[in-house]
């Protein structure tokens, strides 16, 4: 049976994404805005996504190109990522490993980068919501463009 | 012989032991003997028969005899299946008594199974979403929450899925949605107001549709082209009854629902600004 679990700190939601991203073995999705970027250079998840790189993984992301933290993206590019930006994105925010796990949002602003600020966030191991996350991203990639040409 | 043993089938479908069924037919059709003699003709042991012997006796179908050696009689066929049906009564009625003090004390420990059984499924397009949307609304008892782009209540009208929902209004439900409210969809909005359904405007919201059935089902899509909607459209929209999922997106609901702003407020912006300038 698929666990689950509702996050509600920035600071729950940062230590989850990290555990995900650490414990990839082959894939990592995610659509964040630019705002998160700088939490996640922060707390080392570009490191993280780089030895999974590094191991043969691959890391595909999505940013939201109106934000205001898009000078982070080139960061993300240099350590093998692939990013796409998209203008604006309105959908959910999400990070998805191995097809399996995943933690998503809705309601995250570029305001909410205290680690102890309320958020809702959602956590799980359920490889159909993993799958519907997926498909999402996929239309999300297939409509946005190449960080690379546009940086 | 065959209708000696068809007799004995018969007697085990109506729910004697073979080894009862037996020695039974073995009585009836010659008469009250000892254990001895029985044990000899049935090819066992004595030990087996006194078993065998004591189960037909609290049965009702064997009755022994008071002098010495004692001696074991059939007792007639109706008497023995009336005596077997009312042991039968009896163990029911002990069953009935047991179900009972069951469902007392599972109401007592408040089991919940249906909780436990989760669905979490994906539907792929816009008419497997009409198919669950229409029913679900007429099942709905409590409360409806949406998010929605605002051209998903249009669509929501051309299916017929507004009637649901103001006849479920009429029955004592909470219908709350939050949409982007658009100069293009006063009509709709007007038309929501009108029956009942509490609306707020949330400035330039498009990207998500989701709705929280009686708090448990959930119907969750992401970006779908509203557009283009038609029968036949490929979508992504989840549908999950799993009570941790309904609490994540009411949460979310609540917070957006505390940022919106009346819809009623909304209108008389609006119709104050008049139409968008081209």
Redesign the interface.
């Known amino acids: 049976m698929a666990n689950e679990k509702i996050l509600e700190t920035v600071k729950d939601a940062v230590a989850v994404a990290s555990a995900l991203v650490e414990s990839a073995k082959t894939e990592v999705l995610w659509i964040l805005p630019s705002a998160v970027l700088g939490l996640g250079a922060q707390f080392g998840l570009n490191e993280m996504a780089k030895k999974l790189i590094e191991k043969g993984g691959r890391v595909r992301g999505i940013v939201d190109h109106a934000g205001s933290r898009v000078d982070l993206v080139p960061e993300h590019l240099n350590n093998g990522e692939e990013v796409r930006l998209l203008d604006p994105y309105q959908g959910t925010f999400m990070l998805v490993a191995d097809s399996r796990e995943s933690i998503s949002a809705m309601t995250v602003s570029a305001d909410q980068l205290a680690l102890d600020d309320p958020i809702v966030v959602f956590w799980t191991d359920n490889k159909v919501y993993a799958e519907f996350l997926s498909s999402t991203f996929e239309a999300a990639w297939n409509r946005a463009v190449e960080a690379k040409t546009l940086l | 012989m065959a209708a000696s043993e068809d007799f004995v089938r018969h007697l085990i479908s109506f729910g004697l032991t073979e080894k009862e069924a037996v020695l039974y037919t073995h009585l009836l059709k010659y008469g009250p003997k000892t254990p001895s003699p029985l044990a000899k003709s049935l090819h066992t042991y004595r030990e087996d028969i006194h078993r065998t012997l004591t189960a037909l006796i609290d049965k009702g179908m064997v009755r022994p005899s008071l002098d010495s050696p004692t001696m074991y009689a059939a007792v007639d066929l109706d008497s023995a299946l009336d005596s077997a049906m009312k042991q039968h009564e009896s163990e029911l009625r002990e069953m009935e008594a047991r179900k009972r003090q069951l469902q007392e004390l599972s109401a007592q420990e408040r089991f919940r199974p249906s909780d436990e059984v ?1 669905t ?3 539907i792929k397009s816009v008419k497997e979403l009409v198919g669950i949307a229409g029913p679900l609304a007429s099942a709905t008892e409590d409360e409806i929450l949406i998010i929605s782009p605002e051209g998903v209540i249009a669509v929501a009208s051309l299916f017929g899925i507004t009637d649901e929902v103001k006849n479920f209004i009429a029955r004592g439900g909470t219908f709350k949605m939050l949409t982007n409210v658009a100069y293009s969809g006063i009509e709709f909005i007007e038309e929501a107001l009108a029956i009942g359904e509490q609306v707020r405007h949330l400035p ?5 549709y989701f709705a929280v059935v009686d708090r448990r089902i959930c119907l ?1 899509g ?2 779908i082209d509203i557009k283009h909607l038609s029968l036949s459209q490929p979508i ?1 929209m ?1 549908y ?1 009854d ?1 009570p ?2 309904a ?2 997106l009411i ?2 609901f609540d ?2 629902w505390q940022q919106g702003m009346p819809a009623e407020e909304r209108l008389v912006e609006l119709q104050a600004q008049g139409p968008p300038q081209a």
């Open positions: 989760k979490f499924k994906i330039g919201y498009q990207g998500i969750h992401i970006n992504a989840l999950t799993d941790t999922y609490a994540y949460a979310t917070l957006l």
